[in-house]
């Protein structure tokens, strides 16, 4: 899988990419990351990729055609699911993540200062946010989306079930984890875990899943009804 990313700040992705999990997954030539630095791409001798908005209005808006001959530089950008990060767009989450890991290529775009052009929508596939709430730009948006993705990828985990046992996964959160000491500060692991029944200790993390979700999240239940 080959994720692009488009971005004014190149030099925020190393220390996430070259991290961790996501460098294991690169190592092992699962995933390949490409960054884009779009003001590479300006039409105008000063660099810029902003300016004012028309009709007036606070803030800078990003320009239209640094952002569509950026596109264009991408090997297999036609072929590719293009990506909006924007407030505006449907809220990602871990079906997303489950649908997005199915594609061979995918573009983030990042955004900056007071918004796009409208006219940048056009060229894009699809419009994700992280969530209801203000960031300076796209970029953290851009890794939390890699992160989550990426893990679902077949070979990057142990195990498939490092990942489908975690929280929403399957629209519930996940059960409580415990490991040594048995005991700490009066805080004791439950005996289930520790009776070696696994039919039994499949079935209590079973109805501490469904519990936990109810206090905590109840709106994923009423999502897989």
């Not at 105008?44 to 950026?70: F, Q, R, W």
């Not at 948006?141 to 990057?156: E, F, H, N, Y």
């Not at 975690?166 to 059960?175: I, N, Q, T």
């Amino acid at each position: 899988m080959k994720i692009t990313v488009l971005t004014l700040f190149p030099e925020m992705f190393p220390p996430v990419l070259d991290s961790s999990m996501l460098k294991r997954a690169q190592a092992n030539d699962l995933i390949d990351f490409e960054l884009v630095n779009f003001r590479d791409f300006s039409t105008n001798k000063h660099m810029t990729v902003d300016d004012s908005p028309y009709g007036g209005g606070a803030g800078m808006v990003l320009s239209v055609e640094p952002i569509y001959h950026a596109l264009q530089s991408v090997e297999g950008s036609a072929e590719a699911l293009k990506i909006l990060l924007t407030p505006q767009g449907k809220t990602f989450d871990q079906t997303s993540a489950k649908q997005l890991v199915d594609q061979n290529h995918i573009i983030l775009i990042c955004g900056h200062y007071e918004g796009f052009d409208e006219r940048v929508r056009s060229f894009v596939d699809l419009e994700l946010s992280i969530g209801d709430f203000v960031m300076t730009g796209g970029e953290i948006a851009a890794m939390a989306i890699i992160d989550s993705v990426t893990r679902l990828i077949p070979g990057v985990l142990g195990s498939s079930e490092s990942f489908e046992h975690d929280s929403f996964y399957e629209d519930s959160l996940d059960y409580p984890q415990y490991t040594k000491p048995r005991e700490f500060m009066g805080q004791f692991v439950p005996d289930v875990l520790l009776s070696g029944n696994h039919e039994e200790i499949a079935k209590w993390r079973e109805e501490m899943k469904k519990k936990r979700t109810q206090e905590r999240r109840p709106d994923l239940l009423k999502k897989s009804q």
